[in-house]
């Protein structure tokens, strides 16, 4: 690793002690639900739409037998609504009919679940299980290229290249990347002036 690719990686763990999510929840049920409709969604909304959410469907065979109208109604103010309601219900069918009502806890099967992606799947194992995975949302894709750390087109390239950087420490590393692109690298106006690694960053986005 490079003197200033390790700089970064260790400012990052050190500014950001051991981060978790900022979405609520109390089973890996409610995490899954969770991340899927955080998908081109702030996490705030989401906290705000799960409460009801769960008190409707308190567990994965409530939702697979969910009305997919009532669900759709739940989860109204959610991007994407009509795709995510339609993908929970078949997510939680598959984990109820192929899974015996047991969410999986590999990539390859949580992979094969309608509505998650190599992103999804790897927040699901990082904040469940702590694996040593990336995953690339929009704020790690955003602060990776502005730290010059992948010139990748893809969240997936972009994926590989971090893990290639940085090697471990990798879900630490994912959520306080999104965290520090939510709120200090922020997408408009970047909060140069107070950004731990702004002597790092040679980003044309930056405000001197």
Known sequence: MKK???????????HFDKPV?????????????CVMLSAQCTDKRV?????ALFDAYPNIRSLANAN??????LINSCSFFNNKAQNLIKMAKAVCEEFGGEIPLNEKDLKSLAG???KTAHVVLIEWCGANCMAVDTHVFRVSHRLNLSKAKT??????DLTRIFKDNL???????????RYTCKAKNPLCEKCFLSHLCTSKDKIL
């Open 171 to 181: 879900n630490y590393l994912h959520q306080a990347m999104v965290l520090f692109g």
């Open 155 to 160: 969240p997936e390239a972009t994926e590989e």
């Open 47 to 51: 906290n705000l739409i799960t409460p």
């Open 4 to 14: 200033r690719e390790l700089e970064i990686k260790n400012l990052l763990l050190k």
């Open 68 to 73: 997919l109208n009532s669900l759709k109604l």
């Open 21 to 33: 999510t900022e979405l609520q929840f109390r089973n890996l049920y409610e995490l899954i639900v």
């Open 116 to 118: 998650v992606g190599q």
